[in-house]
């Protein structure tokens, strides 16, 4: 009777199948990875998607390979006996085949179940394995009957050849389909990777290889654990390895991980807290003003509101300021912050910022504006800035702070803040409506990024709650993806919004012509990756990635989905969609400025003429400029007064005591600006 050998068994001989199957897939991943996302990507940006995408594939090309030589394996076992590579070639097709079926059962749309979606995601991994496997064994049954076995060397570089063919052939049919749909080549090249010259370059490679290490190395980490656990498991319960192996290994691997993991996060969110919480150079006082939070008329402390609480206190706008730039009289605007420091429940925040708003003067205004922060507790002082200038600073602002760390640690708050969103606009509601009618000021809402999460789901069962809370208009910008209005409002409008009153545009101008029931609105940028991010992206298509011509404007119609690396092109679309320079607006991905003046007049219908609009919009940028100049000197100032004081330490000497002029020593005490005239 013949030797029946595995089918595995030629590797040994072949020299490394699965490195080379795994070489072949990652090296045909570079060339798709380039595929547009929602924004530009920088070359180093390039280099982290190029090189986790290469990880990926390198890491996972191997269950396609195993789910091939299993198939070849049964082949063996019926056959008795022959070719293991030819049987390998027939795993692979039918393995191949098997996969294909699925992806082709399974549609690449948003409506898809997350399990059939994972299953197809699944399928396009073994299929891809198999089909990379195929041609490294085709390479082998080749050179065998002509050239023979030249090496490992030589045979990785035929498995890379094979891989950079491959991702030819397919960033090719990237190409074609840009141009079935139209897309032309100047706005592809917009979207696409910027080189920084040679410098750049080099360091986006490192970037990239370091990316892909740290991916492979935390493969080898789990691989290690799972196979060392069950060895002292085994040892300990003196039975051998291999039956607990599945089990004992990958359970206890997944466990540590997530544990160490959890516990770093924990560890960086603390850190994040205290590092980001300070007194700044630039505001080292509590504010003299008696109409804002930390004020002499004040009930909460200067240092229970967080380092965005500070900056939004002492930025408030005086008359003189407001009527320099509108031309019109104007009265001193309240602002109010609820500290997320002040109290440890958010009804005891509410109650705080009720008591704020009476202490400050805020029911004698005309209009109040509850407006929810971000994680960090902070709001868009162009947003502040706009409203006063508008209202002529007959406008309050309530700020109801439920975190102190940026918003990506804070996602697990927001529950908290939309409670505690809820329980302020009551309140506010009934003490309004104690006011004589003709002295009832208007209740208004405003949230930007995570902050519109948490307004809009204070209605997240329908848009009739506003009322029922007394929130007459609302202005949200950058509404997250994860909101849970929005994504009700968008897939049932009419059962969730039936009076029509939400509504959504994609830039200021266009909210005038939203239907006269229109009294929420959400404005939100279509090459936005807050909204359009999604954390099912890992395996199924996201809604904006649905048939090409459905797709919203600025969504590439070419790029097609891809398991995984969608999501991380996506993930680094999430970081560059929240970049900005001081005074610089412009109308791209999270950077909601250039919007603020015209969206906040139609909104919360404002009166003001487009001269006096201008006028604002202009010092809206002149604002934000003096202001980041004021923080970036006084924080160089203090660093080389804490550098002066250091030496001097060394040296022995206390710089109090030192005889030194009245301007040295003056500018050596301070370390701040305490006006913006020292500037």
């Known amino acids: 009777m013949p030797e029946i050998r595995p089918a595995w068994s030629f590797v040994r001989e072949r020299r490394y199948l699965a490195l080379r199957t795994g070489v072949a897939a990652a090296v045909a991943s570079v060339g798709p990875s380039f595929a547009r996302g929602l924004l530009p990507r920088s070359t180093t940006d390039q280099a982290m998607v190029t090189g986790a995408s290469a990880a990926y594939a390198l890491g996972f090309s191997a269950l396609g390979l195993s789910a091939t030589e299993a198939v070849a394996e049964l082949i063996v076992k019926a056959r008795s006996g022959g070719d293991p590579e030819a049987y390998t070639l027939a795993a692979s097709a039918i393995v191949a085949t098997a996969s294909g079926a699925v992806i082709a059962a399974v549609p690449d749309d948003n409506s898809v179940s997350l399990p059939l ?77 910027r080189v920084g010259g040679l410098k750049g370059a080099a360091r986006s ?30 040892k300990l319960l003196g039975r051998p390895a291999d039956p607990v192996t599945p089990l004992v290994g990958h359970v206890a691997a997944a466990t540590i991980l997530l544990v160490t993991g959890g516990a770093a996060l924990n560890r960086v969110r603390w850190h994040v807290m205290r590092a980001d919480d300070i007194v700044e150079p630039a505001y080292p006082e509590a504010p003299a003003n008696p109409h804002v939070t930390a004020g002499p008329s004040s009930v909460v402390a200067f240092d229970a509101i967080g380092k965005e609480g500070r900056r939004f206190v002492l930025m408030a706008l005086t008359p003189e300021q407001i009527s320099e730039v509108v031309g019109e009289p104007a009265t001193q605007p309240v602002r109010a912050v609820a500290g997320f420091g002040s109290a440890r429940t958010p009804e005891d925040r509410a109650r705080i910022a009720l008591a704020e708003l009476e202490r400050l003067g805020g029911f004698d205004r005309s209009l109040i504006v509850v407006a929810a922060p971000t994680g960090v507790g902070y709001v868009n002082y162009s947003f502040a800035e706009a409203l006063e200038y508008l209202a002529r600073g007959d406008c309050a602002i309530v700020v109801p702070q439920y975190a102190l760390v940026p918003s990506a640690l804070a996602l697990n708050e927001t529950r908290e803040g939309e409670a505690q969103q809820e329980i302020i606009l009551a309140a506010i509601r009934d003490r309004v409506a104690q006011l004589p009618e003709g002295r009832r000021p208007r209740v208004v809402q405003f949230g930007e990024s995570l902050g519109a999460e948490v ?61 006269p029931t229109t009294r929420h609105v959400m404005v939100v940028h279509h090459d936005d990756p807050i909204n359009k991010f999604d954390y099912a992206a890992v395996v199924r298509a996201p809604w904006w990635m649905g048939p090409p011509e459905t797709r919203p404007p600025g969504v590439p119609r070419e790029t097609a989905f891809r398991p995984v690396i969608t999501f991380i092109i996506t993930l680094i679309d999430l970081k560059n969609g929240m970049n900005s320079k001081p005074g610089e607006f412009v109308r791209a991905g999270h950077d909601y400025r250039i919007e603020l003046a015209e969206a906040v007049r139609a909104t919360y219908g404002l009166s003001a003429s487009d001269e006096q609009l201008a006028r604002i919009e202009a010092a809206l940028r002149e604002n934000e400029r003096a202001w980041a100049t004021r923080r970036m000197v006084a924080s160089r100032f203090a660093k080389a007064r804490d550098s002066v004081r250091a030496q001097l330490a060394r040296w022995g000497q206390d710089a109090d005591s030192l005889p030194l002029d009245e301007q040295t020593a003056a500018a050596l005490a301070r370390g701040h600006m305490s006006t913006p005239e020292t500037l």
């Open 117 to 193: 979606a994972a299953a197809q995601s699944a399928a396009r991994v073994v299929a891809a394995g198999a089909v990379a496997g195929a041609l490294v064994v085709g390479s082998d049954m080749l050179m065998d009957r002509t050239v023979g076995d030249r090496g490992l060397p030589v045979h990785l570089g035929v498995a890379a050849g094979m891989g950079a063919v491959a991702g030819r052939v397919l960033v090719g049919l990237r190409n074609r389909r840009a141009r079935a749909h139209g897309e032309a080549p100047a706005e592809r090249r917009s979207l696409a990777p």
């Open 205 to 234: 490679v490192a970037a990239g290889g370091a990316v892909a290490g740290g991916l492979v190395a935390l493969a080898g980490v789990q691989f290690g654990i799972a196979e060392g656990n069950p060895v002292l498991v085994s």
């Open 455 to 515: 307004a809009l789901d204070v209605a997240a069962a329908g848009t009739d709650r506003f009322a029922e809370l007394g929130v007459e208009r609302g202005l949200y910008l950058g509404t997250p993806f994860r909101t849970e209005l929005w994504k009700r409002w968008f897939a049932h409008r009419e059962s969730v919004d039936p009076a029509g009153v939400l509504g959504l545009v994609s830039q200021a101008d266009q909210i005038a012509a939203l239907p």
